[in-house]
Structures are given as structure tokens and as C-alpha cells.
């Protein structure tokens, strides 16, 4: 079973091949606070179903009190918070320490040990539009992030009772990268996967012709004949991608909604974040790709 690629995974790897490539790794973005914990979580989880090596990273702001802190102390710290409260065992040495920005410290945390998923927990203080307060530290480091994402980015909220999965796509890729990223996840956590097409217009309803509609649900049809754990599809007409994700993540009580993301795009995921409470799972994609992929 892969993991998360800019091009939706390139499928499960026979045994032979998996020994020869180094090991999978996911970090996971730890502040020792409540949305750290949920990252922690969910990211140990997603390393026991991929086989993945577990990391941690741990940025501290500049200025943050004490002023001098020896890095062994805060890796020790680090460990046994795991240990405490997300019920995760790290060992000191899967654990990055950085000082300064965050983002840039979760990206050169990432180049360092080769990760592939990078699982952050949510912010709980975006409005609809995905604005949230200068203050608030991680929307800014999830926004960051989404602007230059070069690998899978999973904003976790707690797992959903249901595993359900909805994924979004514009149907202008032929590949559907989003859409086979959510079948391989959905197949790893035997869940099933919902497509939503959104068609973005102002005008009433009425002014889109039905034959439109009606060849964008062939699409949809087809792909979920021809990919295991997709149930079917969803055509909206809603002002906004981010809307139709999150009306069909609520009808679906859904637990992870996937999405792509093209760099500099960093306030459309932060949009759908306020929408939603299931968790997101934003890809990269090619800068010549839409935003929903």
C-alpha cells in the first residue's frame, strides 16, 4: 500500500520491492498542546497501517521562555508528553527540535527524514472564509504549509465514529490524483470514498445546461466502477468548492475529506477547515492543475 504522492500514490509494491527502498515516514507536527495530541494520534495511526517510520517535530517560537534550553531536554520532554496524554511511544531520536518560524521548521524537518505525510491537528478558530486571528499560530503554519505543499498534508480533527471518506475533484486531470489517493487510503482503512464535482457559477441554477450535469455524473460513474471503495459521486452547484466539500462531508458524516491543492493556495484549504469538522488531507498538485484536482 503506498503512501501520498503529488501523482495519488503509484499503487501496492510487492514485498521484493518494498525491502529494497528505504522505509516510509510520516511526521507529525507536536506542540504539546490539545491539536498535538489529535496529530500525534492520527499519525501513529496512519504509520502502523502504511508501515511507516513515525517522526516528530517539535518548533519552538523565537523568544519562547526559557531563552536557552538544551535540545536533549526538550526531546525528553517531547517523549514522555507522548507518552502521557496521546498514549504514543517516541524515542528521543525520532523527535526534530527547531527554533523559529514554524513552517519553515516543519518543512526542513520533513527534507530531513524523508516524509511523505506530514499530519498536523486542527485549528478550532477559522470562520467560514478560512480568516482566522494574526495570533493564531497554527492556522498561520497550516496556511504556510498548504502555500507550498510538496507532500501529503493531513489536518487532523478526531476520528469520525463512521470511516468515510469524500474527496473532491474538477475532472480536468485525466489521472484523477485526488480521487485515487482517497480510493488507496480508503481501501487501507476499509472505508469508502464519495467524489464531489463542484460547478462553481453565480447564476441561478437553471442556466446550467443538464446535459452538462448529466456528462459530469457519467464521469464520476465511471470512476467509481473502475477504482475499488468508491461508492459514486456528487455533482453540486454551490458558489463554492469548499461549500460543496463540506455539505457532502456533513451528509456523509464523513471522516476525511481529500483534496488537491496548488501552490500558493494555502487559504482554500484554511476555507474548507471552517466549514468542516471531519479532517482534510490536502495533496499537491502540478502548478497547471485547478485547485480541487
Known sequence: MSLFSKDGGDGARSTETRVKLRRRAILAVADRDAPGVVALQRAYVLSQIFDARLFVVHALPNGAQPLVEH?????????EWAAATAKVALAPQDVEVDVGHPARAV?????????????????????EDGSAGSEDRLANTIADLAGSLSRGLLVAHPPRTRCELVAATDLRDARFPVVKTAAQLADALSARVTVVHNLEQDGPVLSLALETVAGRLQVLERLASELDGVRGGHVSTTRTTAEAI?????????????????????????????????????IPLAMNAAADG
Open 71 to 79: 535540545e536533549d531536554a526538550v526531546r525528553s520532554a517531547v517523549v
Open 107 to 127: 518543512e526542513r524537518a520533513a527534507r530531513a527524514v524523508g516524509a511523505e505525510l506530514i499530519v498536523v491537528g486542527a485549528p478550532h478558530t477559522l470562520d
Open 246 to 282: 463540506a455539505d457532502v462531508a456533513r451528509s456523509r458524516d464523513a471522516d476525511i475529506a481529500v483534496v488537491g491543492i496548488r501552490r500558493g493556495h494555502g487559504r482554500t484549504l484554511l476555507s474548507l477547515l471552517g466549514r468542516t469538522r471531519c479532517s482534510v488531507l490536502a
